[in-house]
């Protein structure tokens, strides 16, 4: 994709200013609401990447929808971007911060995929074993797949364990495939 790596180098300017200055989980609370806000307006989508509208009217228009809401070194990235007339980039830059912020941390989202929606009980048994996996402090999210048929799938950043019923069909599968079995009569 086009910009995303000058889109983490600005989320790791942001993040640099923001740790200076004491402030970068707010930040990262900024910028989850830019990317929230933007992603779920599609005018707002529209304007930030129209050729037609000046990069100064964008700016006006972001310090407008977010003017309370926001940090000032969030305020100044708007400032940044219309400078350097990378305004398209905005999204992306938060996008960036957050993972970036989260590696920091060292939290983690472990995206648990099951059948079923997760009861709290269970929740917090996954959590628990994860934590002691990765080490790391993680929050779950569930997505729900009926298409595993049963068991789950754990995710948490590059890792993997699948436990559903339909990788162990498709295991038996491929094992039967592997195996040239003829069968003599």
Same mark, same amino acid.
């Given at each position: 994709m086009k910009g995303t790596r000058a889109a983490l180098r600005y989320a790791r300017a942001i993040l640099n200013l $923001?740790? *200076?200055?004491g402030s970068e989980s707010e930040v990262n609370a900024d910028m989850q609401l830019i990317a $929230?806000? =933007?992603? &779920? /307006? /599609? &005018?707002?989508? #529209?304007?930030?990447?129209?050729?037609v509208i000046k990069a100064s009217e964008k700016r006006n228009v972001l310090k407008a929808v977010f003017a309370d809401k926001v940090n000032s070194i969030s305020l100044g990235l708007f400032n940044l971007l219309e400078e350097?007339? +990378?305004? !398209?980039?905005?999204?992306? @830059? $938060?996008? +960036?911060?957050?993972?970036?912020?989260?590696?920091?941390?060292?939290n983690h989202v472990? =995206? #648990?995929?099951? $059948? #079923?929606?997760?009861?709290?009980?269970? &929740? &917090?048994?996954?959590?628990k074993k994860i934590v002691e996996l990765t080490g790391n402090k993680t929050?779950? *999210? /569930?997505? #729900?797949?009926?298409? @595993?048929?049963?068991?789950? =799938?754990? +995710? !948490?950043?590059?890792?993997?364990?699948?436990a559903s019923i339909s990788n162990n069909f498709n295991e038996l599968r491929r094992e039967f495939d592997d195996s040239h079995y003829i069968p003599q009569i």
């Amino acid at each position: 994709m086009k910009g995303t790596r000058a889109a983490l180098r600005y989320a790791r300017a942001i993040l640099n200013l $923001a740790k *200076e200055s004491g402030s970068e989980s707010e930040v990262n609370a900024d910028m989850q609401l830019i990317a $929230a806000t =933007i992603s &779920e /307006n /599609n &005018e707002l989508q #529209v304007m930030l990447k129209s050729p037609v509208i000046k990069a100064s009217e964008k700016r006006n228009v972001l310090k407008a929808v977010f003017a309370d809401k926001v940090n000032s070194i969030s305020l100044g990235l708007f400032n940044l971007l219309e400078e350097n007339k +990378r305004m !398209v980039l905005l999204v992306p @830059i $938060a996008s +960036r911060y957050t993972i970036i912020y989260d590696y920091l941390k060292s939290n983690h989202v472990a =995206i #648990v995929t099951t $059948a #079923v929606p997760l009861t709290t009980a269970l &929740e &917090e048994k996954v959590t628990k074993k994860i934590v002691e996996l990765t080490g790391n402090k993680t929050s779950i *999210e /569930n997505k #729900v797949d009926s298409s @595993i048929l049963g068991g789950f =799938i754990i +995710r !948490v950043g590059d890792l993997q364990y699948d436990a559903s019923i339909s990788n162990n069909f498709n295991e038996l599968r491929r094992e039967f495939d592997d195996s040239h079995y003829i069968p003599q009569i």
